[in-house]
C-alpha cells in the first residue's frame, strides 16, 4: 500500500510562489508515473502536471510556462514549483501516483489548498 502526503499550500496573492510537495511512502516511487491533479469548487478534478519514471514532463495549457514538476527519487518526492499564480489556480491540489503491475493501479494524497487573492 502506498501513502501519498501533500504539503506546502497556503494562501498568496497573484504573481508569488508556492511550491507543493508529495511524500511517498514504500518502493514503488521511483518506477511509478506522478501526476498533480487539481480541483476548483464545483468543478472536476484537472489534470496540471505528469512526471514519468524517466523524468519526462508534460502539463495543462493553463500552467505552462509557470508551472514546474520534477521527482527526488531518493527521497520519494514529487515536487509541483508554482509561479506567477492567478486566482484561478485556486483549488484542492492532489498528488497521485500511478504504477502498472498486471494493470493500473492508482493512489491519491490528501490534497493541499491553494487559494490566490487578485
Known amino acids: 500500500q502506498v501513502q501519498l502526503v501533500e504539503s506546502g499550500g497556503g494562501l498568496v496573492q497573484a504573481g508569488e510562489s508556492l511550491r507543493l510537495s508529495c511524500a511517498a511512502s514504500?518502493?514503488?516511487?521511483?518506477?511509478?508515473?506522478m501526476k498533480w491533479y487539481r480541483q476548483a469548487p464545483a468543478q472536476q478534478r484537472e489534470l496540471v502536471a505528469t512526471?514519468?519514471?524517466?523524468?519526462?514532463?508534460d502539463y495543462a495549457d493553463p500552467v505552462k510556462g509557470r508551472f514546474t514538476i520534477s521527482r527526488d527519487n531518493a527521497k520519494n518526492t514529487v515536487y509541483l514549483q508554482m509561479d506567477n499564480l492567478k486566482p484561478e489556480d485556486t483549488a484542492v491540489y492532489y498528488c497521485?501516483?500511478?504504477?502498472?503491475?498486471?494493470?493500473?493501479?492508482?493512489?491519491w494524497g490528501q490534497g493541499t489548498q491553494v487559494t490566490v487573492s487578485s
Open positions: 512526471i514519468s519514471s524517466g523524468g519526462t514532463t
Open positions: 514504500g518502493s514503488m516511487f521511483s518506477n511509478s508515473i
Open positions: 497521485n501516483l500511478r504504477r502498472f503491475s498486471y494493470k493500473w493501479f492508482d493512489y
